[in-house]
């Protein structure tokens, strides 16, 4: 392979739902450059791109691979993304380092909710797309269907480039507005004759030909003079304003392919060649205020965007040359560490087909391994070099739950597993809740979690269990109470003795302590001598008064007072949840000369707050999420229905290109495998997003049933 410039690379992410024909499509651009010399097929499980035996086994692409191809004196480096929202790290990834992207669409089905998702993230990494419409070739394709579907969702920015002939089994060409000749396919690899337009479509393509001028010439004010001048534009001008127009992502061109038929290929890469910015022609990124140009004029320096384990090859890294150029070799400093690395090799990657070429130059995209310490979303410079790019940031976590290996054993196994796994997949997030005492996995779906049981049980050997987690509940009080405890254990020699008596009442916000209470139909004033206040680290606050008067208790117990107050605030009276947002004031108590110890005051102190906890009206307060549900008009019903048994709040409805978008809170407790759930009563056609939003107290009903559990488990143990 020759070492290519930064003008001669073009970076192509492919997006698309499953079964759109992505990685088909990747098969026949590298079979169009030669990288291969048979097209594989996603029944004979031998595709470059879908090589894992997961992938095999359920024929669609789970992880993101990184494809090479060379055309035009151009090399093309294409990620074949996963077509599953459960996926969507992949894409995320990809955009990163990609240039452009290339929307697959599924001329069977139009634009699906998948086809919707990744235009967002596009919109949202400002990517500029274009339109493939896949599997023309179908006996089920309707192209005036997936034409008004495009039009709904994407209205004015879509540009035909390119309309179909005989669309279904027969189809085998197609009409190019832009190049105003038809071109007709005379076997399936690719062997294509260009022709002048016939007759019969002569009309429509001379109006889709204006439209793709008057649509050009919008984004640029030369061209648009030219246009009112000459009232036409050239083949190049108007390739012209559609690269301004994709570079503003304001045009989305639609072209006509069939992967498996390899008709249309040639003439998608040839456009993108033509029309789509090189990495030297983008807007660059923002490197602490300062505009990092991809060019190799500057210093040495690549990201990481993708980590994956090999079993006989071990840690393969993923980067783009974001500047300069690195050479096989080459010795490159982790600004973040410190740690040097040495590129021993470099690689264009085509799957697990790789090549190994002497150098990169700024914008190429390739595979390096054995390096030591390096992560995904790190940066690695030449020396003297301090630029550090800006982390992807990937999307919350849709499902969550709690792992356990069957074996007490493979603990220890299991989580080294777990870390890898969550090293190779950001969106595969591993915690052990201290709280929980539970190690809680978390996900973009209950199928990305299944594919990692797969590989836990059928490569590593090691059985696990799944089961819903704990829900972090937090418990706190509602109005004031008083209580005191006294410990006392004599067992020959030294025995314990400590009594305290505290008061409690809630913290409110803007509501100011007091020093006059009213209890049990008795008035107390408090003497305060001192106040220590404590952010929770779980939420909420704890303030500590030191009420003691007349030497009740010894300065050096109060510590041990607040130790066992904090201790079951850690481990709620109600449900062994987080206490929170609580004024304790201990204000009175007493000693022995003898027998009194902090561990003495530490446990009458818990015992009193226990108590005093308990009288305080008090309240189990649960975890609520903000829901946001993209679901077609014809399922919204069902949603609804489904949400309002789970006890949400439904806060708003909105339309958005053909879809509603549902907007609603509801409890964590109640979200537990709702993506499934959601996906079956869809058939797969909606998704959502979930963030943290709040604690709100828990109903009646459910506090009494949350009570009677956890006594029935203190009763257990």
Same mark, same amino acid.
């Given at each position: 392979?020759?070492?290519?410039?930064?003008?001669?690379?073009?970076?192509?992410?492919?997006?698309?739902?499953?079964?759109?024909?992505?990685?088909?499509?990747?098969?026949?651009?590298?079979?169009?450059?030669?990288?291969?010399?048979?097209?594989?097929?996603?029944?004979?499980?031998?595709?470059?791109?879908?090589?894992?035996?997961?992938?095999?086994?359920?024929?669609?692409?789970?992880?993101?691979?990184?494809?090479?191809?060379?055309?035009?004196?151009?090399?093309?480096?294409?990620?074949?993304?996963?077509?599953?929202?459960?996926?969507?790290?992949?894409?995320?990834?990809?955009?990163?380092?990609?240039?452009?992207?290339?929307?697959?669409?599924?001329?069977?089905?139009?634009?699906?909710?998948?086809?919707?998702?990744?235009?967002?993230?596009?919109?949202?990494?400002?990517?500029?797309?274009?339109?493939?419409?896949?599997?023309?070739?179908?006996?089920?394709?309707?192209?005036?269907?997936?034409?008004?579907?495009?039009?709904?969702?994407?209205?004015?920015?879509?540009?035909?480039?390119?309309?179909?002939?005989? +669309?279904?089994?027969?189809?085998?060409?197609?009409?190019?507005?832009?190049?105003?000749?038809?071109?007709?396919?005379?076997?399936?690899?690719?062997?294509?004759?260009?022709?002048?337009?016939?007759?019969?479509?002569?009309?429509?393509?001379?109006?889709?030909?204006?439209?793709?001028?008057?649509?050009?010439?919008?984004?640029?004010?030369?061209?648009?003079?030219?246009?009112?001048?000459?009232?036409?534009?050239?083949?190049?001008?108007?390739?012209?304003?559609?690269? +301004?127009?994709?570079?503003?992502?304001?045009?989305?061109?639609?072209?006509?392919?069939?992967?498996?038929?390899?008709?249309?290929?040639?003439?998608?890469?040839?456009?993108?060649?033509?029309?789509?910015?090189?990495?030297?022609?983008?807007?660059?990124?923002?490197?602490?205020?300062?505009?990092?140009?991809?060019?190799?004029?500057?210093?040495?320096?690549?990201?990481?965007?993708?980590?994956?384990?090999?079993?006989?090859?071990?840690?393969?890294?993923?980067?783009?040359?974001?500047?300069?150029?690195?050479?096989?070799?080459?010795?490159?400093?982790?600004?973040?560490?410190?740690?040097?690395?040495?590129?021993?090799?470099?690689?264009?990657?085509?799957?697990?087909?790789?090549?190994?070429?002497?150098?990169?130059?700024?914008?190429?995209?390739?595979?390096?391994?054995?390096?030591?310490?390096?992560?995904?979303?790190?940066?690695?410079?030449?020396?003297?070099?301090?630029?550090?790019?800006?982390?992807?940031?990937?999307?919350?976590?849709?499902?969550?739950?709690?792992?356990?290996?069957?074996?007490?054993?493979?603990?220890?196994?299991?989580?080294?597993?777990?870390?890898?796994?969550?090293?190779?997949?950001?969106?595969?997030?591993?915690?052990?809740?201290?709280?929980?005492?539970?190690?809680?996995?978390?996900?973009?779906?209950?199928?990305?979690?299944?594919?990692?049981?797969?590989?836990?049980?059928?490569?590593?050997?090691?059985?696990?269990?799944?089961?819903?987690?704990?829900?972090?509940?937090?418990?706190?009080?509602?109005?004031?109470?008083?209580?005191?405890?006294?410990?006392?254990?004599?067992?020959?020699?030294?025995?314990?003795?400590?009594?305290?008596?505290?008061?409690?009442?809630?913290?409110?916000?803007?509501?100011?302590?007091?020093?006059?209470?009213?209890?049990?139909?008795?008035?107390? +004033?408090?003497?305060?001598?001192?106040?220590?206040?404590?952010?929770?680290?779980?939420?909420?606050?704890?303030?500590?008064?030191?009420?003691?008067?007349?030497?009740?208790?010894?300065?050096?117990?109060?510590?041990?007072?607040?130790?066992?107050?904090?201790?079951?605030?850690?481990?709620?009276?109600?449900?062994?949840?987080?206490?929170?947002?609580?004024? +304790?004031?201990?204000?009175?108590?007493?000693?022995?000369?003898?027998?009194?110890?902090?561990?003495?005051?530490?446990?009458?102190?818990?015992?009193?707050?226990?108590?005093?906890?308990?009288?305080?009206?008090?309240?189990?307060?649960?975890?609520?999420?903000?829901?946001?549900?993209?679901?077609?008009?014809?399922?919204?019903?069902?949603?609804?229905?489904?949400?309002?048994?789970?006890?949400?709040?439904?806060?708003?409805?909105?339309?958005?290109?053909?879809?509603?978008?549902?907007?609603?809170?509801?409890?964590?407790?109640?979200?537990?495998?709702?993506?499934?759930?959601?996906?079956?009563?869809?058939?797969?056609?909606?998704?959502?997003?979930?963030?943290?939003?709040?604690?709100?107290?828990?109903?009646?009903?459910?506090?009494?049933?949350?009570?009677?559990?956890?006594?029935?488990?203190?009763?257990?143990?």
């Amino acid at each position: 392979m020759k070492n290519y410039s930064t003008d001669e690379i073009r970076n192509v992410v492919l997006l698309g739902s499953s079964k759109s024909g992505k990685t088909i499509l990747t098969e026949a651009m590298m079979y169009e450059g030669k990288v291969i010399d048979r097209r594989g097929t996603i029944e004979g499980k031998n595709t470059i791109s879908d090589n894992t035996e997961i992938e095999q086994i359920y024929q669609r692409s789970i992880y993101s691979t990184l494809l090479y191809t060379e055309f035009m004196d151009h090399k093309f480096n294409i990620i074949d993304t996963p077509g599953s929202d459960d996926f969507v790290g992949g894409v995320i990834s990809a955009f990163r380092v990609a240039d452009t992207g290339v929307m697959v669409v599924n001329a069977q089905q139009g634009v699906e909710v998948g086809t919707q998702i990744f235009a967002r993230y596009a919109d949202k990494h400002n990517k500029p797309l274009i339109i493939a419409v896949n599997q023309l070739d179908h006996e089920k394709a309707d192209w005036e269907d997936t034409l008004a579907s495009l039009k709904e969702t994407f209205g004015s920015k879509l540009a035909l480039v390119q309309f179909p002939l005989a +669309v279904g089994p027969g189809f085998n060409g197609f009409i190019d507005v832009l190049k105003m000749k038809m071109y007709t396919f005379t076997d399936d690899n690719g062997t294509r004759v260009e022709s002048e337009i016939p007759a019969e479509y002569k009309e429509r393509a001379a109006e889709l030909h204006q439209e793709l001028i008057e649509k050009s010439a919008e984004n640029d004010d030369t061209l648009m003079e030219t246009f009112f001048d000459k009232g036409v534009l050239t083949e190049d001008e108007i390739r012209a304003g559609l690269n +301004v127009g994709l570079r503003k992502c304001d045009i989305m061109p639609i072209f006509c392919v069939s992967g498996k038929k390899d008709i249309g290929v040639k003439r998608l890469m040839e456009f993108i060649i033509r029309a789509t910015p090189s990495p030297a022609k983008t807007d660059g990124i923002l490197v602490d205020g300062n505009l990092c140009k991809c060019s190799v004029d500057g210093s040495a320096s690549i990201f990481v965007y993708k980590t994956a384990v090999e079993t006989h090859l071990g840690e393969v890294t993923y980067f783009r040359v974001m500047s300069g150029k690195i050479t096989e070799g080459m010795d490159l400093v982790n600004p973040e560490t410190g740690a040097k690395e040495r590129l021993s090799a470099i690689y264009a990657a085509a799957g697990k087909k790789r090549e190994k070429v002497s150098e990169m130059s700024a914008g190429d995209l390739g595979c390096t391994v054995k390096l030591k310490t390096v992560k995904t979303n790190q940066t690695l410079n030449a020396p003297g070099c301090e630029m550090v790019f800006e982390p992807i940031v990937f999307p919350p976590s849709k499902f969550r739950t709690a792992i356990k290996a069957k074996v007490e054993k493979d603990d220890e196994k299991l989580g080294e597993i777990l870390n890898k796994a969550s090293a190779e997949d950001p969106t595969i997030i591993v915690e052990y809740s201290k709280e929980l005492k539970q190690t809680i996995l978390s996900g973009q779906g209950e199928h990305h979690i299944n594919i990692l049981k797969w590989q836990i049980n059928n490569v590593y050997k090691i059985e696990i269990d799944l089961f819903a987690p704990k829900i972090p509940y937090r418990e706190t009080i509602t109005k004031v109470a008083i209580a005191d405890y006294r410990h006392k254990k004599q067992s020959g020699g030294a025995g314990q003795f400590g009594e305290v008596h505290l008061l409690i009442e809630p913290v409110v916000e803007g509501v100011e302590p007091s020093n006059r209470f009213k209890v049990d139909g008795r008035e107390l +004033v408090l003497n305060i001598k001192g106040k220590e206040e404590y952010n929770l680290d779980w939420g909420g606050k704890l303030e500590y008064y030191n009420c003691i008067v007349g030497g009740a208790i010894d300065a050096r117990f109060m510590p041990a007072i607040l130790k066992g107050i904090m201790e079951k605030m850690e481990e709620g009276p109600l449900t062994g949840s987080y206490a929170r947002d609580i004024r +304790v004031y201990v204000f009175d108590g007493k000693m022995h000369p003898v027998d009194s110890n902090e561990i003495s005051f530490k446990l009458a102190a818990r015992n009193a707050f226990k108590d005093a906890f308990r009288k305080a009206g008090p309240k189990i307060m649960e975890p609520i999420y903000s829901l946001e549900v993209i679901v077609p008009s014809e399922n919204m019903g069902d949603v609804m229905s489904d949400l309002q048994n789970r006890r949400a709040i439904i806060e708003g409805m909105s339309s958005e290109k053909g879809f509603e978008v549902l907007r609603a809170r509801i409890p964590l407790a109640e979200l537990y495998k709702y993506s499934t759930t959601l996906s079956s009563l869809t058939s797969g056609m909606a998704t959502f997003t979930m963030q943290f939003a709040d604690y709100q107290q828990v109903p009646a009903d459910v506090q009494e049933k949350l009570l009677k559990a956890y006594e029935e488990t203190e009763k257990d143990e």
